[in-house]
């Protein structure tokens, strides 16, 4: 099956500093990913759409200032948490579209956890 | 908010047993997902069921679907201890934009 990847797998930072996160799909092109971000005990929030080549969109609320998402490849999305504080810390997740595929399935990776001190 | 919401929020049942979460959500969707997470980590996916459909099975997990009700349910038979996660549906609306939302979860405690 189609497989995504996300890297790192988990990250510590310090105050201020900013995290980038890469958000592959290993084995199919995807023009359009998703990032998600998740709290302990909580579900999934959708953050933004990824769209290669344009402008990602993000979800009421979130800053796109703050998180900012670069789709530059058919294969790669990053999310980068700038000037992260203790209250960016959570697990992302990203996800990408199959567009060849039948019903245009998402795959998921695997999160990332940021933990920043 | 248009996250759809799941019941119960947790359950615990002994090994053996069938455990049933529901969850319902708002937009008409083309189709309906179901994963499971183990504590701290990624989704797995466990079926994918079509606005078009009303049930679907894959080994121990039925899945069942009502358009009409908006709202979906995930069995899962004779239970074991591994099946111990949170469990959320995820619905992509037709407006699109192939969003995936996720309801609230279901924390399933399967208990040896």
């Known amino acids: 099956g189609a497989v995504v990847s996300q890297h790192p797998s988990w990250v510590i930072c310090k105050s201020g500093t900013s995290v980038k996160i890469e958000c592959r799909s290993l084995?199919?092109?995807?023009?359009?990913m998703f990032w998600y971000r998740q709290f302990p005990k909580q579900s999934l929030m959708l953050m933004a759409t990824?769209?290669?080549?344009?402008?990602?969109?993000?979800e009421q609320g979130v800053e796109k200032d703050k998180f900012l998402i670069n789709h530059a490849s058919l294969t790669l999305s990053t999310l980068t948490v700038t000037s992260a504080h203790p209250e960016d810390s959570s697990f992302y997740i990203c996800s990408a579209r199959d567009e060849a595929g039948t019903g245009g399935e998402q795959y998921f990776g695997p999160g990332t956890r940021l933990t920043v001190t | 908010s248009q996250q759809g919401e799941e019941d119960p929020q947790a359950l615990s049942i002994q090994e053996g047993e069938n455990a049933t979460m529901n969850c319902s959500y708002k937009t008409s969707i083309n189709n309906l997902q179901w994963y499971r997470q183990n504590s701290g980590r990624g989704l797995v996916h466990l079926i994918l069921i079509r606005s078009n459909e009303r049930e679907k099975h894959s080994g121990r997990l039925r899945v069942t679907l009502d358009t009409s009700k908006k709202s979906s349910s995930l069995l899962i038979t004779a239970s074991r201890a591994a099946d111990t996660a949170s469990y959320f549906c995820a619905t992509d609306s037709t407006s699109g934009t192939y969003k995936y939302i996720f309801g609230t979860g279901t924390r399933l405690k399967v208990l040896a």
């Open positions: 084995d199919f092109q995807a023009t359009t």
């Open positions: 990824s769209n290669e080549g344009s402008k990602a969109t993000y």
